[in-house]
């Protein structure tokens, strides 16, 4: 059974950072890209990072750009996304989810399986 757990979500003050971690199992880690979403109270899910399978080629959303890193670590089974400088606008719960698709990419609908959320808050 494919399960992906997140962790590392809590309340932080603007300008603070937090590490998201996204714990992985039941499939084959290594061969599937794992994407980083985010969705706020009455707004859509945003498609924030994704991480490719094996060679760990990025993709960041414009929102995400220099401010997030996503990483993985295959042994592990685990993908982390490291978030500095936050905002206020960052506030939301953070999803991690796979895709057995080729690609890295931040739609939403391809993705397959998602974890159950945690919550980012960013006091002003």
């Known amino acids: 059974e494919v399960q992906l757990v997140e962790s590392g979500g809590g309340l932080v003050q603007a300008g603070g950072s937090l590490r998201l971690s996204c714990k992985a199992s039941?499939?084959?880690?290594?061969?599937?890209?794992i994407g980083w979403f985010r969705q706020a109270p009455g707004k859509e899910r945003e498609g924030v990072a994704c991480?490719?399978?094996?060679?760990?080629?990025?993709f960041y959303a414009n929102s995400a750009k220099g401010r997030f890193t996503i990483t993985r670590d295959n042994d592990q089974k685990t993908v982390h996304l490291r978030m500095a400088s936050l905002k206020p606008e960052d506030t939301a719960v953070y999803y991690c989810?796979?895709?057995?698709?080729?690609?890295?990419?931040?739609?939403?609908?391809?993705?397959?399986?998602w974890g159950p959320g945690t919550q980012v808050t960013v006091s002003s």
């Open positions: 991480i490719s399978n094996n060679d760990g080629e990025s």
């Open positions: 989810a796979l895709s057995v698709g080729l690609g890295c990419t931040t739609g939403a609908d391809d993705y397959e399986y």
């Open positions: 039941g499939f084959t880690f290594d061969r599937y890209v």
